[in-house]
């Protein structure tokens, strides 16, 4: 069933509904056994999911960010942002910096530490990936980024619906 066939199915069609739940299952089974995967990696470096997304985020930025921006990239509360950034302060990961112009505002930066830290992490995720994706030929690979780009979009758009 293609894309457009499932949309213009009702909700009573039985082949959407066996599809549709299907789908559904197959998320549901495979994001649990990917974030364990991810966060097996991680326990290496001594990390968990959580910080290495925030470095990740840092480390992709422009230099600092003010803390409501790391926090609202990471899609987490601002009590969740500042727990975070408290344990990575902790850590040497990262530092606060006061902000040029807005005393309210304050700017996480990574230290050397931090961007070595998911420098290296990237590095042996790439390796990590490669391994991993290589039980796909190179042609499913490309439609598998494909079809994520398509669902990626997708959320986007059904997620600027709702605000």
């Known amino acids: 069933m293609t894309i457009e066939e499932g949309r213009a199915a009702t909700d009573s069609t039985p082949a959407f509904d066996a599809l549709e739940a299907q789908l559904w299952e197959r998320f549901a089974t495979f ?21 290495m997304r925030a470095l990740g985020v840092l480390y992709g930025s422009d230099g600092p ?3 409501s921006s790391l926090g609202a990239e990471l899609g987490v509360t601002p009590r969740n942002v500042t727990k975070l950034v408290d344990e990575l302060v902790a850590a040497g990961y990262v530092r606060r910096e006061p902000h040029p112009s807005d005393r309210r505002a304050i700017l996480i930066a990574l230290t050397d530490a931090g961007r070595a830290k998911i420098a290296q992490g990237r590095a042996d ?29 997708q959320l986007e758009v059904q997620n600027n619906e709702r605000r």
């Open 125 to 153: 995720y790439v390796a990590a990936t490669t391994k991993l994706f290589a039980a796909l030929s190179p042609d499913d690979q490309g439609e598998l980024m494909r079809l994520m780009d398509l669902l990626a979009a």
């Open 65 to 67: 960010m003010i803390m």
């Open 31 to 51: 994001i649990p056994v990917y974030r364990r995967w991810v966060s097996a990696r991680l326990k290496e470096y001594g990390i968990g999911y959580a910080w």
